[in-house]
Structures are given as structure tokens and as C-alpha cells.
């Protein structure tokens, strides 16, 4: 359908500028009595029709002439036969189905954009409402008066005299070490004495990791005590790792500082070697000279002693009556090895007394010397050898039984072994031998020579 000529639509206008003509006295004119199939009534003065656009009700001012021409709307672009409309009321389009249409479909996407993207998330959830932390409940093990103490123990242990002097009631020390001058000594000397003296030994070699009051009395009184417990830190070679030494401290509170008025010994622990104070050592003349060696085996890499397997005969102060027993534990620790063979502990329980004990260390070592040829081929009876050995004296190697796969490496971790204890019957047979025998049935009993209440 072709558009009229710019001609035809120069001759049609608005209607909103239209009646400016309509109240000319040309109402007489002829033509207001024509009638066109009900248009007549459409014609005004001027001799134009009036055809609203079936679309959007544009009015439009067409001449009869041009009715039949198709018309483009400026509107709306919709292209009509001013015929059919002439005359007549045309709405406004409704577009309400359209914006409906539109705005159900935008919910639908926005619907599916919530589902795609919150499908594999947890549904949201409440944040709780955040509660007061209950108040802090101590106990005898975790109260700021345990702690303090500990960390005055841990003082001695890196040397640290600041905390030492804060946490200590300096001129109650002193007396308890019968300190010279400890009336007139300053804070700065009594430290010094304290670091030195032999009853803070142990706290000097041995890490205090933890403590507890005496009571749940002892959180808020004027004065208490504290255990307090020593651990030997890994690789302290001086000590017992499977033991540990007990102080129960006692002290006073100044409002909200501790200070320690005295300590106790609870517990005492095994020293595995010899005190360094001590200038002079008498060896075993049985025995080759020990020499310090480097070893590294499943126990981690460590220097030890080690002297070379010989033959070594019954102590020296042993009766022909001892001589006979301990040759007999020795033969049953032997017979301990075999699968069907009595239990270990039948034999090393018969050797008890201190005189026992240096009688049958020897001839265990002279069994090992035996052995010694082939430690892979005899590692059963080495290993109850080294069993029993290790109850007697404290003393410990790393002998182990289990293959590692390499025969060459099994063997000369053994033969390690079997020269550890050579070394160390070379070593203390003769002198320092008590720091490893420990012949309490109680151990809460002081050791020989120390002084209740000192920890001399």
C-alpha cells in the first residue's frame, strides 16, 4: 500500500488546530447537507473530513477528495483508508495488556535469576545474637597465682633475674640458704647467691612447665603453697625423660603480687650424670678408656660413650655365695630369650641390694662381650641383656630388635649398643655410681645425703 503525495498530506492536519475556522459563517454553505454514507456529519465548514487513526486516535483533516487514499499516521506509522474512520470516535490505544505482559515477565526473570543463583547455597540463616562471655572460671591449675609461680621457676631455668627478684621475698631466701650477710646483702647479691646454690639445682636444669595450689583456699588467701612440676626438656641428657621433680613452693600475697617465702622437695628425680662439680672420677681398670662418639640411630643423632667389649670379671669384693647367684641370673636372663623360655623379671628381681647390683652388672657385660661376635645372629639374648641392665642401673641405650631391612646398618647400631655399655661400666663403676642407683622403696624418701627441706 503506497503512501499518498506530498501533496495529499500537506492538505491534512490536526484537529487540535482545526477549529480555529469553525465558527465562519459559511454553515449555509451547500456541502453541510451532502451525505456520504453517514459522513456528512464529519464534513466541517472548510470542506475536510475528520479520520482519526484506528490506532493510536490521532485525528486527522482530509478532504473528500482524498478518503480513499491510504494515509500514514505520524504517530504511530499505522498506514489506514481515511474512509473507514471518518466520522467516528476512536479511544486511545489501551496499552495496560502490554505493561502487564511486560512486568509479569520481568518477575519471571528475576524469579529465575534468585533460583539459579542461591540454589546450592545453605538457606540464610539467623545471625544468633551475640551473648556476653560467661565469666572466667579459674581453677587451682590455671589461676594467675599459679602461673606467676611458674613463671618465677621458669626464671631460674633461663636465668632471668628480673622475675626472679619480682616473685621473691629476697630476705626469706636468703636465711633459707644460710646465705652470709643476709641481713646487710643487696637484692642484686641474694639473686646471684640463689642462682648458684645447690638447692636450685633442679630448677635451673629442669623446665617447670605447669603447677597447682594446694587448695581452691589458696586463690585469695594471705598465704599458700604450690606444687609445682620439672619436666627434663628432650635431648637433656642429665635426667630421666619418664620422670619428673616436684618443688612445693610456699608464698604470700602483697594484694595482687606473689612473692615465694621457701620451697620443699615433693618429688625428687633420678640425675643420670654426674654432677660437673665434681673434679675427679676413678674409671674401671677392667675396662678399655671410653672415648665420646657421634652416633645417629632411630633416637635422633647424639654424642655418647663408647668403649670397646672385652672380658670382665665378678666384682672385685664378690664372696664365692654372690659370685654363684649372679652367674645364675645371668644364665636364666640368657635362657629369657628363647620363645618358651621363664620371663626376664624372674632373674632381675633376685638382684635388689646395691652389693647385688655391682656383683651383676659385670658379668652381664662380660655375656654381652660373648655375644658380641655376631650382634644380628644373638640380638634376642643382647636385647634381655640390655633389659636387664637398663632396670639395674637407670642407664639406657637404644638397642633395638626389630630388622630395619639393612643388615649392615642393624648391625653397627648394636654393636653401638653393646659399647654404650662398656662405656658407661668404664665410666661409673667406680665413682657416680649413686647418681643412677636408687635404692628408696619410697621415692617421696630424700636421697642419701640430702637435707629434708633444702632439696640438698
Not at 11 to 22: A, F, L, V
Not at 251 to 279: E, Y
Not at 303 to 316: A, F, L, N
Request: charged share 30%.
Amino acid at each position: 500500500m503506497a503512501r499518498r503525495s506530498s501533496a495529499a498530506r500537506s492538505s491534512r492536519s490536526r484537529t487540535t488546530g482545526s477549529r480555529s475556522g469553525s465558527g465562519s459563517g459559511r454553515s449555509g454553505s451547500g456541502r453541510s447537507g451532502r451525505s456520504s454514507g453517514g459522513r456528512a456529519s464529519a464534513t466541517r465548514s472548510d470542506g475536510r473530513v475528520d479520520a482519526p487513526c484506528p490506532q493510536c486516535g490521532t485525528r486527522y483533516r482530509v478532504s473528500e477528495e482524498a478518503l480513499d487514499t491510504p494515509l500514514e499516521c505520524q504517530a504511530c506509522h499505522r498506514v489506514f483508508i481515511p474512509k473507514t474512520t471518518a466520522g467516528k470516535r476512536v479511544a486511545q490505544q489501551d496499552n495496560t495488556k502490554v505493561y502487564v505482559g511486560f512486568g509479569i515477565g520481568a518477575l519471571l526473570l528475576v524469579i529465575t535469576f534468585v533460583l539459579m543463583s542461591g540454589g546450592n547455597d545453605e538457606p540464610v540463616k539467623k545471625k544468633p545474637k551475640v551473648k556476653a562471655p560467661p565469666p572466667l572460671i579459674h581453677t587451682v591449675g590455671t589461676h594467675p597465682r599459679t602461673q606467676t609461680l611458674v613463671r618465677w621457676a621458669q626464671g631460674f631455668h633461663s636465668g632471668t633475674k628480673l622475675t626472679i627478684s619480682t616473685v621473691s621475698d629476697l630476705p626469706a631466701l636468703a636465711k633459707m640458704i644460710e646465705m652470709e650477710d643476709a641481713d646487710t646483702a643487696s637484692n642484686g647479691d641474694i639473686v646471684d647467691a640463689l642462682l648458684k646454690h645447690k638447692s636450685t639445682q633442679w630448677l635451673r636444669d629442669i623446665k617447670c612447665e605447669a603447677g597447682s595450689l594446694s587448695s581452691e583456699a589458696a586463690m585469695k588467701s594471705a598465704t599458700g603453697n604450690c606444687t609445682l612440676y620439672l619436666v627434663p626438656e628432650p635431648g637433656n641428657k642429665d635426667y630421666r625423660n619418664d620422670d619428673r621433680a616436684e618443688l612445693d613452693v610456699a608464698f604470700r600475697a602483697d594484694g595482687d603480687s606473689i612473692k615465694v617465702t621457701g620451697w620443699t622437695i615433693a618429688r625428687h628425680i633420678r640425675r643420670l650424670t654426674p654432677d660437673p662439680n665434681r673434679k675427679t672420677i676413678k674409671v674401671n681398670k677392667h675396662i678399655k678408656k671410653a672415648e665420646t662418639v657421634k652416633i645417629t640411630d632411630s633416637a635422633g643423632t647424639r654424642d655418647v660413650m663408647e668403649s670397646e667389649p672385652g672380658p670382665v670379671p665378678h666384682w672385685e669384693k664378690a664372696d664365692a655365695v654372690m659370685r654363684a647367684k649372679v652367674d645364675e641370673v645371668i644364665a636364666g636372663v640368657l635362657r629369657s630369650a628363647d620363645n618358651d623360655g621363664p620371663p626376664l623379671a624372674r632373674f632381675t628381681l633376685k638382684i635388689r641390694s646395691l652389693e647385688d647390683r655391682k656383683a651383676a652388672v659385670p658379668r652381664a657385660l662380660n655375656a654381652m662381650y660373648e655375644l658380641y661376635g655376631d650382634v644380628n645372629a644373638n640380638k634376642m639374648k643382647l636385647s634381655q641383656l640390655d633389659r636387664a641392665l637398663r632396670d639395674w642401673t637407670g642407664f639406657a641405650t637404644n638397642f633395638q630388635v626389630r630388622e630395619s631391612g639393612d643388615a649392615a646398618r642393624d648391625k653397627k647400631e648394636r654393636e653401638s649398643c653393646v659399647r654404650q655399655w662398656f662405656g658407661f661400666w668404664w665410666r661409673f663403676s667406680e665413682t657416680g655410681l649413686e647418681d643412677f642407683f636408687d635404692m628408696r622403696e619410697n621415692l617421696d624418701e630424700p636421697l642419701e645425703g640430702e637435707e629434708e627441706g633444702k632439696g640438698k
